[in-house]
Structure formats: C-alpha cells, structure tokens
C-alpha cells in the first residue's frame, strides 16, 4: 500500500445487477470512497457447485474499482460455506455446547476444523489468490470474516480428536495432564487421552482446566486456520493481509495477528460508549506495532439486524469517530456497509446508500469525514502515533480464565473497558498492549484482571520494573497457574509475592463485608474477590478499614531496582473508589515521571502524534458538547497555517482541531 | 341455527359418571345454559384402540341435552390422538425448533402434517359426523380446538418435505426463490427445493424471507386441514362449522375462517385489560361479514393452571362482558368450563360448578349473565351491529412478518391492541377488518403494522380513498416486499410512495435521537423504526422538530379523487404522543365525516345496532367505576319501556342500559 | 460413638501429597478438629481401573488421624464414579428433562439406578466397608453425597422401565392408574403400563399425577439406592450411618433417612438468613428423634464456585452458629472444607486452611468455635434438647405436589422458611417435624402448605387434638388427593371438612381481588390461593371483608375432644398479615397452654434443653447486635458458676450464655 488514509465501505457486488454495480462505482466517487472490501460471502457466487469455480466476476469488478481509483481489500469466503458442502453432512457443521449440530442458512455454520471443510477452503483460497493476487487494485487481504462472532467453541467429534491431540502435545502423558489438572477431584481421573471428553453437558460446573483449555484450544485452532489460509494467498499476492477481529470474539487476537500482516477490527459502538469505541483503537494499534491498524467496519450511523438495531448517530459524531482513529494509529476507516441489503437478516442495517440507492441518514456524515480525511491526510501521513507512557496489558486468554471462572457474572470486556476510561478520562495518552509485547519505552505498566500471568511476563515487567518503571499488579492478576488451577505456595504464586514484598494473607469476596479501603488521604468501599496482604519487604500504602481484616494491607509498594512493583489486591468501588484509583494513578504516573498527559475536558481527546521534527495534538470532540485544554506553550495549526497561542484552546461540538509543537530536545 | 342468544359452557361428559352427568344436565338448566360444547378432547373416549369407535356416548348425551333444551356444538377431538397413534411413534410428533420432539401427555403434541394423522383424523372425524350429524341438537360444529395455541412451526421431517413442495409450488423454480429472497447473500444459494432447510438451529439469524414463508406455510397448512375436516363434516351435517381461535395463536385468522361459517374466539383477557376483550369482537365480528360470532371460551371468573393464575374478575365485570359482546355481533358467550376438572394440568382453572358439584366464585355471575341475556335477547335478535366507519385493518400474515423482524421484541398483538384502545377511548364506533375485506361503507381506513401491503391490497385502498374516504397508511406499513425483503425502487416501494405523493427520505430508529414530531399544533417524542418524508406531491402535515433530519415530513396528506391518502411514518409516543395521535385520527374522522361517534367517558362504550327503523346504543360500564354518554336526543328504553331524555346519561357500575332512537333517514 | 461434640472437617487427602497430609492432621489438631469426613469422591483413587481395588491408602490415612486423635466419617464415593464406567456408555449417564445425557466431568453424572452402575456401587461399597469397617476410628458412615443436588429426576431408559414398573406396584393394574389419574383428559389414557411416560418434551403441561408420582418414585428411588449401600455397609461395620442431606434436594428426607441411622445436613445459609439456618437444626433433630444430627458440611466463611460466591460471615457469627446447632441438638459441626481445594470448579471455596498451607478468612473463627465447644461440651453432652411444644410439619412430598403446582411460582422452601421465621421471632420453641412424626408431647400443631393430606395423618392429628391439642390446617393445605387431583368430595376433602366443621365455598387466587382478612382485631390483605369457609359446626374467627366473598370466614375453629381444630384458608400478607398471623399463632399458643416460650428480643435464640433435674437455656446472639431475655427467676451460669438473677439478661453481639434453672415439677 502507498501511504495515505483510506476511506472504505463493504461492497457485494454479486448480490446486485450489473447496472446498480456500475452506479455504485459511481457513487462511491461521489462520496470519496477509496478503497472497497469484498468477497468475505461469496463462496457460492464463486463455487456455485463444487469444484466448478470462476473468478471472472471478481477479477472484473476489482479492475473496474481500480479503475475508478477505488483499491480493494480481497476476502477469503470462508465464514459461509456454500449448500454443496454443507446440505446432508450434520457432521461438517458446527455444533454446540448443548450438543445441537447447526443447519445451513446463517454463517459461520460449518466447523472450520473440519478436514473437509478445510480441504475446501484451502482450494477456493488458492483460486482467489491466483486470479486476484496480481490485480493492481488488490492492497490488502482479510482473512475470513468475524471469527467466532457468532459461535464459541465446537462440539464436534472432529474438534474432539483435535482437542484430544492438542492436550497430547501440550502435557505429554496422560499422568502429566491428571496432575496439572488435579483430576483425582471428583473422580474426574483418565486413563488416556481419548478419554478427555469435550465441556459438554454435565449436571454442574466442568473442571476449571478442562473449560479453560478447551478455549485456548479452540483460539489456536481458529488462527491456525488464519495461518493456513495466509500461507497460500502469500503464494500469489504480495498484499498485507489480515482479519476484521474484535475483542468481544472468542479468539486470542494476539495469536491470531501473530502471522497476519496488519491488524484491523469492527466497530458498532453507541456514541454513549466513546471508550468502547477507542479502547479498539488504542489495542489494535498494539497488536502489529508500528504498523498502522484498519477499521474495517462501523456503522454511518447505526447497526441493526432483523432483531435488533442501535441509536443512530448524531450528526457530527462519525467524523469525530474517523479523525481519532486516523490520529490514533488508523490508515483507513470503512463502513459495513456500502449499499443496504435488500434481503437475509441485515436488511435494516444502516449503510452509506440505501437499498434503492439513495443517500441514507447516514450519508452527509460520510461525506463530513472524507472531507476531514483530505484536510488531514498529509500531516496525518506524515507522523506517526505518539507511544504511551503508560500501558495496560490486554489479554484474550485472561478473558477466557475469567468467562471459566467469572465469579459473580463477571465480564472481561466490561471489567477491562472502565479501568480504561479511568485512564482516558484523566487525559493520559495510554496503550494497551498485548501480553506478549515490547515493554521498553513504557514508563507506567498495569496488569489487570489477568488470573494467570506467565513466568515470561512476570520476567519482562520485573525487568521493566527494575529498569526505571512503575509496575501495577491488579486487581484480580496472579491468583490462577496456567492450567487453571490455585497456587500451592503462595496465593499469588511465590514468584511474584516474593517479587512484590508481600505475603497474601487472605483471598476472599469483598462485597457485602463492608470494606473500606483508605490509601492516598481517600476512602473508599471495596469489591471483587480481592486479596489482603501482610507487606513483607514493602510498604503499605493501602489500609484496610472495617471488615474482616482491619488493618491489613490492600495496596503495597516496593522499590525495584530503579522502579517499584505496586500490589493493587481490591477494586474500590463506586465514585469514591474511582477517584482513590484516580489517585493511585495519579501518584503513580508521577512517580514514574509520566508526561504525555494533557488537562482535556472529559468527552475530548488529545491524541499525540510524533514528526522527527514536530509533536501533534490532534484535538477531538467527541461527545457532542465541547470541550478544551490548555497548550502548554504556543503552537502551530498546520490546517489553517494559523499560530495558536499557548493557554487554553476551546473546541467546538465535535470540533476537530491539529496544533503543532517543536518536538522537544529530551524525546 | 334458530335465531337466538347463546349462554354455553364446554362439557366433559367423557370424564365422569352417569350420575355426574344427569346432575350437570340439571344444574345447566337451573344456570341458563343452553348450549354445551363437547368432544374436543375425546379421541380416545371414541376411539380407545385403533379402528374400534364407538360414539353412542355421546350421541346419548347430546340427544338428553337436547331433550333438557339445550343444544350442542360437536367439536372434532384432534388436538389429543390417542396413546395408540402416539406411542413408539417419534416421526407423528411435532418437533420444535430446537428439534426435540414432543411425547404423549399433554396436547398438540401430534404434528398436524403427518399423513398418518391425518388418516386417523379424517376417520374419526367422518365417524363422528356420521354418528351425530344429524341429530337436532347439533346446531354447530369445532374443528379440533386451539389450533396452535401451544405450538407454533412444526420442525419434522413430514414438514420438511411438504413446505420444500410448498415453495416448488410458490415460486416455481429454485432460480425464482434465489432471487425471490436474495440467497446470493452468505452463500446461502439453493440448487434444489430439497435443500431449501426449515429454520431450525443456527448461529445467527436465518434469512428473514425463510422464516416468514416457513411462518405462512405453517398457517396454510393448518388451516388446510380445517378445510379437510369441515368437508367431511359437510357430508353429514348442514350446521355451521367454526374453530375457536384467537389472535395469539399461530394461525391466520382470516385464511383459517375462510372456508368454515362462523368465527369464533376464546378469550380470558383480565378485567384490567378490557380492551384486549374488545378488541376480540371488534375483530372477529367481521372475519364473516353479517355472521354473528361466538365467545367460545371465556372464563367466569379467572383461568388457571398448575403452573398461573388470572386475576379473578369483580363481581358484575361478567355480565358486562356478556352484554357488551351480544351488543357488538356475539350470538353466544361460552365459558370454558362448566364443570371443574378433578385432573390433568387444568385443576385450578375457573369453572361454573366445582369439581364436587358446588358453585363456584364465578357461579353467581353466570346467573347475573342468564338473567341479562334473556333481558336483552329480543332487542338483540331484532336488530343488527351497525358496521362502523372507522375501520382498522388487522393481519396475522403482518403478525407473522413481524415475528421474524420484531426491530427490538415488537408485539404485534400488543402495537394493535395499544392503536385500538386510543380509538375506543375516542368513543369511535370501529371495525377491525382482514386484509381482503371489502371497504364499502368506512369514512376512515387505517392501515398500521404491516410490513407488506399487497398489490391488491393498495389497490383497493386506492379505490376507497377515490371514492371518498380517508387512508392513513402506517407506521411501519409498506416498507417490505411479499417475500419480506427490502424494495429496490423506493423505501415503500414506488407505487405506494407515487400515490401518497411522497418520497420517503431515510428510514430509520427514532427511538434515543431526540427526535420531536409536531402536527395538529402538538409535539410528542417520536418512536420506532421510522419513515421520513419528502413530500412531492403531498401537504406536510406532520413535521420532525430536532433530531437528525430536522424540517422533514412524517405525516403527509394528499387528495385522491374525493378523498386523501395520509401518510404516517413514525409512532409518537408517550403521553404526548398519545394526544398527536388522537389529533390525527380526530382531524381525519372528522374530515371523512365519521359521524358513528359519542362522549362516553372512558371505561363505558357504546355498542350501536340497527334495526330497519331505528337505531340502538347498548350502553356498558365496563370498569366497575359507572360513566355518562350525551343522547343527541329524547331516546325509548326498550327494557323499561320509558323514554330517556335527551342530554347526559349516567350508567352506574357495571350498568348497561340500551337507548333507542328513530333511524335518521340519511342511512 | 462415644458421647462428645465433634468438630469436624471434610478431608481430600487422596488430592495431596504425603507431605502435605501429615502437615494437615498437625494442623487439625492445632484447629481443634477431632473428626474428619473422608472418601465421598475417591471412588476412581480406591478403584481406579474396574475390579482393580486397593483401599490401603484409605486404612492407612484412618489410621493416622485416630493415632492423632481425629476419629472419621467414612464415605461411599458413588456421586462420582471413574471414567472407566461412564466413557462410551451413554446409557449409564443422568439424563435430563431435555432428552441430555451427561457427560463425565462433574458430578451426579451417572443414573443411580442404572443396573451396571448399582452393581459397580456394591462391589466398590463392600470392599470399603469390609477394609475399614472394623478401624477404631471410623466412628461413622455417609452414603454418597448430597443425592439429587445437581440433578433432579432423571430422564434415561432405565429410568423409564423401573417407573413404569414402580406404577404397576403402586396401581395394581393400568385400568386404576387411568382412573386415579383422570387419564380421560386430553385422551391421555394408557393401554398398558409400558404406554406410561416420563413427564418429558410436550407442548403444554403433563398431566399433575405424572408429574407428581415421577418426582415421587425419584424419591423413593434414591432412598432404596441408600438402603442398598446401609446394608452391605452393616455387614462390615457397626458405626452409625447418615447422609448429609438438605431440604433443598430432591429427595424426601423422611424417607431417606427411614433406615439410616442418624440425620444430618449441609447448610451454606448467609449471615443475612439465619432463620434458613436454623430452620435445618429444628428440622433435622426430628428425622431420628431422640438422636442428635450433625451438620456434615458448613462453611467457614463462605461457599464459593468458579461462577458464584457468597458473602463472607462477619467475624463471631461462625461461633455463634456453632453453639446453636449444638445447643439445638447437634452432636457435630463440620466445615467443607479443611484445605482448599487447588483445582475443580469448587477452588474459591472457603476452607479452614488455604491450598498454599495457611490459615484463611475464616481460620480465627474456627478456633472460636472450638474454644466454645470445649468449653459448652460437658453440659450439652449431659443434657438433651427439650422436645418443642408447638410443631410444624414438614413433608418433601408436599415440596413434590408444590413444584408440580407452583401456582405463582410457588417456593415451598421459602413459604415455609417465612412460615417457621415467624414463630422463631415470638420466642416460641419449636419443633419441624416430619409427617409421619409421633404427635404425642406436643400442643399446638400447624399443618401449612400440604397439599395432600393422608388420611393416616389426619388421623393422628384429630387423635392429637381430641387428647387437647390444638391443631391448625393451611394455608394451601388438604385441597388434593394423594394422586395430585382435586377431591370430588368437597374442596379440601370430605373428611377434613366434616372434622372441621366448615364447607369450603371457594377456592381461589385472593391477591389482585383486594380482598381484607379480619381476625383478632386485625385486618390484613390476603394473598395466596385461597379456601373460602362456610361454618357448619364451627366458629367463624377470621372473617372476609371487601372482596369476593365479603363475611365469608377464612379462620374458623371448632372443639374437638379436649382440643380443637382451626382451618386457616388463606395467608394474610405484608407486615399486616405478619401482625395478624403472629395474633393466631400467640392466640392458639396460649389456648394450647404452650409455655416453652421466651420474650427474647429478635435476632438472639433461647435453646432450651433438660437434664434429669435442670432446665438449661442457651442464649445465643445471631445477628452481631446483642439484645436480651427475660430469666423468669434466678438462674446459675454452669460456664463461669456464677448466679444470675431474674429479670433481664442481655448478651453482647455474638454473645453466648447459658442459664440453668432448677426443672420445675409439673414438666
């Protein structure tokens, strides 16, 4: 790809007439539509019967795109399966927790483990490959299509022999798996790997190492698909290929952007939900560092389907929506979908032009953001998004230890969005970055609501720790090994309570026990399953008040070589325990000598952008109300060619605003 | 049938002693019974091993009914087959869409498809004919009883074949059905019928083409057997034939009664929920254009299972609903039951006698019903229901329609039950109509609910309003095709947006934007999914204040010949929008010069009838709180024989009084 | 067993090394826990390939705690049977309502009356009784665990051919099942016992009897399983035999614990429901009169699973619980678990020590509870708790007609809980007492929430008033037969009307009808399904106000013999029908002459126990408050030996005292 923004919808061509794909083409032009994705369900307009395959259709509405300047993003069609493969084979298909096999009509309805299934994707994705690899309009590829949107894991027997061959490679023997999982509770002992059944029906709850690795299993399998099918399109195509992912899918994004090119996810937060919406934007530009992220789908103005629809936009939020995440790490910015479905069960689903071709309700917000998107492509282009000093590892498997044991109905993506907004809201520009990543150039690491964390991880913070950061563990982090099962030397693991100072007294539920926790001159009521600890070689910083262990520590602190390791053991609650933890980050952001932080009104956001030469604030408003924060010194407003005087600068509704400042000496 | 009124009550000779029975024939004397309604259940009574039938039971019962004066509806008994047709026999039952079948025990459990009930079902139902098709006190016929009540689309392999020929049959060709429905979309493309599956289980949505045909076939073929039953019944017998339906069955109402003589409909709605009672005979009165319907099961004080119970009504509610259903078109008022049961899941439910032979709470308002019933009797027989002016029209193929895309758990029972009581409580005379009834003689036509308006449907309305006669389409009607997709050549489709002069801009969901609509010199928030207009040829009458589309038309009025079309795109909700709406249909009675209209203050109505000279106001209090009507005029109570001035009426609670007036020579 | 209180510990020493196991029994004996329950989930440990049996592990453990002083309960391990027997034997497993089989993994995974399972049970039984039967330390035995806590009745083939043959025994021939059943409805009728099904997948609601007699043969099914295991365990041992059981399984206690040798229970009951607590001692002390229960499993702080937990005791309440069981009857009070478990899906669990080997959140308040055992044991041990005055029955088969007919979602656990809670708050002794209970000692007997009431019951009980006891009837109770159909008789039953002197009028829901009770001169709302009495030979004491049936009675009373009967048709609700309800149960109190009574403030308990010479009172506080009782005269503190003058004794938050008065002469 040629560096420059992209604008893009979701096109299907083969669901409309010649004449309506000429007046698309058309109207895309009109609308500033750069770039189109398409193919992701086409695999019977491709394959109509088995092995009887043409791409013709494809190839030309590609070079007719290309030559109306609008660039294509290929997909692989895997996610529907056509009739052939799936009509009289209950064997082939997707079967649930409850047992039930899945028919056709829907998607993702076949077992993407399936041998057969696989065989077959493996073939039609060799003839895309081959006919479209070369096209000079074909810049990128997406794998598939929302994994496991919209199932879990499967049932199936194929799953089952796969699973049982995954546990054989994972434990070795049988005996090494028994003890790794505590088998001999319950009698649950097996005398071979056949024997490992699947989490399938069961009077009460599964073994915890039973359900959690049967969705690690199920996360390695869906990205060894991914794999599969990338190794072969790479045979014919040298375009950067991904997969439109999501954290609310039942995948581990860091493994299955492991292999893939770029990353890129969907998109259909309310406005009421701005963090849920740049949560997305600050992880996924974490996933392939350096590399800029896609949005591959969002609403113009609102998703829906036959059962469901959300709140439409107000006017002005789509392009608030697509300048923060081109300022955030975005090179494109695309719509599901271009032209409304007349038929299936997203008919109502909002789109850039309507089922008879007119403008939708969303359309002049489209063109407000292809008007931003000229306006901001050169300077855009020619920076590059600001790394946070403070980072906030995400991990997809701490999502599926937490869905095994969720407590009281806990929710990973719930649990993970408010600690973000706490961090946004207070102006501090912040990565979350996946378990595995570079943690060099942080200065601030938190590690939260992750049950197990890995010796390699602990090993790399503990390093990050002692080369100058300040490193937060918790709450919920620590308390789980990787099979799932608890500590036999220490709550949290000797490793890291040595590590940290302390000794875990006690792990408990605190709601309900009226805690109050006082730390930084506030108080506040504490919640979750927390931990109370007896600092050792640190200090408290943290008290317990009231409850079941007064006195007690629920925050302590250890200077690690040139940084500290800070234990957050509780979640305080409510509004007074958001501003405790205000101030614990706040405290600890200083301390760890955090400046990428501005004093923007809450419902704007300053997203920091580096030249060699120049820092960039890109200004949003993002809630429709205004807002303002202070410059620091005099800048410079590259749109307007216009000085901007230090102090404070106010932004209008959904206003946008670039201010540029000489890069300082010391970054 | 003899022209006269109805007091019935469902009877089970079959579950007791003779002793019982002479007893209940007594008792029903002594009650004011006069028609029993039997055998709907007795399959196995009649028939307890396969071949072996024997209806001399009931032939005796029925003829010592009739000699203690009161005559019989004979009911077909195929919602129960026998243990003898269900055991071993998995393939007869119905099969819901998880794909479980249904076991013996409780009823509807027999798919109504498979072609070996329906042998069995066409036997007994000929022997039943045969045996008491002539006996004097048959003066009607059920067939079967509830259809649907329990079970909705039946999911078995007998289905699977019939609704594959059922689609051969609509559409021809599987080419037609692809492109019918869009099957290009998620590669869900058909190359035979035979693939074409039932919605059954799936990870999604199924097309919403799929599952609202899966909806109607289901609805034919059940009222196909209705068909097949009434046929053999006609050999046999000359009385009238009905089912005792309702709206919340899984059933189209206005197919089902197109073949049988009488409509009939149960229904135990609460005393709070007078409405959902009215409703019922404002409806069924006109599936069967001048025949009188029946009330076939009411409760006479509250309906119950094992598992719920209804609130038990006042003292005095009874007898208003009694008189008030004679007063709009009933020729009967039936309860469900006369005797209580000793077994089975329907223990509690309420009943005339107990199951020792005591009456019951409700026992004492059967009598307050006979002794009304005999009161009103000649006034009723001698006059007819006045056909309104105001008509509504209904559709349980819209219900269907919006059962597969119910935009966020729409009810269509309940949006029609809440746009029905708005014009009760105007005091509006109304008809709810089919959507093939004839027009002929409304002022106002509203057309509300329904996805998709047939060709034929438009027409006609068309013609209405040419005619004269004022139609308001919407909200929520016209935006989707017969084979529920979307149009291609306008939002509503051509037709219908060139006739109403509009060109609808968006549609979208107002709900959450904040959107205002302003008419009549009221504003009100506006509600659900919603049609934006740009009137072309048409007056905005109705216009969006705030919102995403400010200064844009939701209510449009054009001329039609002599009359207009208005078109209505939006739902104006609350308080505020429950006084917009009653502007409207204020504004339009008036302009269609809808005169059938009184002052009867909330919670009394005014049922009117004709006779060739006069006209009658039957006048019920039906919220226990009393209420008042202005007579246009000095009026003659027929019951006491005095006159009645002109001015306000009090009814007391509970009260109905009957006024008659000099038929004015316009009618 | 040797008379002592225990204070015990479930053990899992078959999960944990050597190492740790001896650390354990150190650890046990620094806690203070002198009996441990071993073995109920060992089975794939004791025999972990099928034939290949080795309990020396077992021996060998027993042995150790008896030479440390801790003597066991020793399990049967069935609840979890080994891999071998449940891999690829779908036909063995549990299935459920839905058709599903389990698979292994959990618990209560097996059908208990599957033939190989039965067998596999035997042999495995036999060999632990025969191998550990004789040791010193095994002082007690528990069949399996918690039976029917995850599963209810089970679905499977087996199942259906021992129902169908528990039928035969129980009707004689199919023609009396048809007729007690009423199988005439709905066509139900069987031809042959092998017709009859499980109450499975149907459309609407089973017939009541079906429903009704297959929870029934459930019950007695897993009661003949326990006798099965009490006989082979007899012929190797001598110690005692119990189950921990819970009202909240489906099981019927009284028969389960016929032929067992003592009663005992689990209980995980929050500090925020005491009365839950309690409700299980008053109870449990009556299955086996004359013999004390043991709680077999209560938490030290609080139950917990990887998907719930609950809140944490306060520090204090853990004694307080245990001086009451003990005080209340208990001969021990025993924690699940001692180590936390380290893997499973029970990890979070509460547990006396931490998997990593330290105390936990609740580890102080065990030591409490032994410091108070100690120090309560003689005088408990030389005393017995006093039999109550006033008894409520309590029957499992009622729970079993109540799940069929829940009318409103009916709770039988907590109508009766709400029930008991009331009579605990007026300081009265009391007495839960099973339906076949000896009635002879009491003097007030209340028979609520029985639908079915045997004639051998309500033989007893007019036995028990005509000697002078007063014996109340209802709510809810005598309405049905003992086949779950309405009587023919009369409402409640010809017999239990003629003894109370009244005709039931009506029966029906009273809330919604804004019916008033008036009794005692107190008014109150009525609410529940409702009998509605006519005396006949009785006093009219409560009377209908507004309503239905306005002076009509619901509380009538009637003398018989030297005692009386009262009926009380319905429930007065809210913190009116509380005063009213308490005004009925101090009115008949007294009338009873009941004395065994206290004014102990609400949230402290008086446990009033007897040695040949003395009355003792146990004073607890439950509710961390404090409050006080009134001593009628002076009394003497046996634990600190000191005089206590009459009048008023408070006791602090989660205080204890006891109280000894010399036994007056009349008891």
């Not at 109306?68 to 895997?78: A, D, K, L, Q, R």
């Not at 946070?388 to 999502?399: G, I």
């Not at 570079?438 to 609501?449: A, V």
Request: net charge negative; with cysteine; glycine share 8%.
């Amino acid at each position: 790809m040629s560096k420059r923004l992209y604008h893009g919808a979701a096109f299907y061509p083969e669901l409309w007439s010649e004449e309506i794909i000429e007046q698309d083409i058309q109207y895309m032009k009109e609308a500033g539509i750069n770039v189109a994705r398409i193919g992701e369900f086409a695999w019977s307009r491709m394959e109509p019967e088995e092995g009887r395959i043409d791409m013709s259709f494809f190839v030309d509405v590609i070079q007719r795109l290309y030559d109306n300047g609008i660039e294509t993003v290929m997909c692989t069609p895997t996610p529907t399966p056509p009739i052939w493969l799936t009509h009289g084979h209950p064997e082939r298909m997707y079967v649930d927790e409850n047992g039930t096999a899945m028919g056709h009509g829907s998607r993702q309805h076949a077992c993407t483990n399936n041998g057969y299934f696989r065989a077959r994707a493996a073939i039609i994705t060799e003839h895309i490959a081959r006919a479209v690899g070369a096209l000079p309009g074909v810049i990128g590829w997406q794998i598939d299509n929302e994994f496991k949107a919209h199932v879990a894991e499967c049932m199936c027997a194929t799953c089952k022999s796969l699973w049982q061959e995954w546990l054989e490679r994972r434990y070795g023997t049988i005996e090494q798996l028994n003890e790794a999982w505590g088998t001999d509770i319950w009698s649950e002992y097996y005398h071979s790997f056949e024997q490992v059944p699947q989490p399938g029906p069961a009077p009460f709850l599964h073994n915890s190492s039973l359900k959690t690795m049967y969705q690690l299993f199920s996360m390695e399998k869906i990205a060894e698909f991914a794999d599969e099918q990338a190794a072969i399109i790479r045979k014919y195509s040298k375009a950067p290929i991904t997969h439109n992912s999501s954290v609310a899918f039942h995948v581990d994004n860091e493994r299955l952007f492991q292999h893939l090119d770029f990353a890129s996810f969907d998109t259909y937060a309310n406005f009421d939900n701005t963090p849920g919406y740049l949560i997305n934007c600050d992880l996924f530009r974490n996933f392939k560092r350096g590399k800029d992220f896609w949005i591959m789908e969002t609403s113009t103005s609102f998703s829906a389907s036959l059962e469901s629809y959300a709140m439409p936009h107000p006017n002005g939020y789509l392009r608030s929506e697509a300048v923060a995440a081109y300022a955030l790490g975005a090179e494109a910015f695309c719509y599901w979908l271009w032209r409304q479905q007349r038929a299936g069960c997203e008919q109502p689903h909002g789109s850039v032009i309507s089922a008879w071709g007119k403008p939708t309700i969303g359309y002049q917000s489209v063109l407000e953001v292809e008007e931003a998107r000229k306006r901001i492509e050169p300077i855009i282009v020619s920076s590059r998004p600001a790394q946070a000093e403070v980072a906030v590892t995400y991990s997809d498997r701490a999502k599926a230890f937490l869905k095994t044991e969720p407590h009281r109905k806990l929710n990973h993506r719930a649990l993970v969005t408010s600690f973000y907004e706490r961090i946004l809201s207070m102006g501090i520009h912040r990565d979350l970055i996946p378990e595995g990543a570079d943690l060099s150039g942080y200065k601030l690491l938190m590690t939260p609501f992750i049950h197990y964390l890995s010796p390699d991880y602990v090993q790399r913070a503990r390093a990050f720790a002692e080369q100058g950061g300040v490193w937060i563990v918790g709450p919920l982090s620590g308390g789980r090994t990787e099979h799932h099962t608890v500590h036999t030397d220490a709550a949290l693991g000797k490793e890291l309570e040595t590590l940290a100072g302390v000794e875990t007294l006690y792990t408990y539920p605190m709601e309900g026990t009226g805690t109050i926790g006082r730390a930084f001159g506030l108080s506040a009521p504490l919640s979750l399953w927390s931990a109370v600890f007896e600092p050792k070689e640190a200090a408290a910083v943290g008290i317990l008040e009231q409850g079941l262990a007064p006195g007690k520590a629920f925050i302590t602190e250890r200077p690690l070589g040139r940084g500290k390791i800070v234990m957050l053991g509780s979640l305080p609650a409510g509004d007074e325990g958001d501003a405790l933890l205000k101030a614990l980050i706040d405290r600890y952001a200083a301390d760890a000598g955090v400046t990428l932080r501005t004093d923007v009104t809450q419902g704007t956001i300053v997203a920091p952008r580096y030249t060699d030469r120049h820092e960039l604030w890109v200004i949003v408003n993002m809630d429709g109300q205004g807002g303002s924060v202070t410059l620091p010194r005099q800048g410079f407003d590259p749109l307007t060619q216009a000085d901007v005087p230090a102090g404070k600068l106010d932004v209008g509704a959904f206003e946008y605003r670039i201010v540029q400042f000489p890069r300082p000496v010391q970054n």
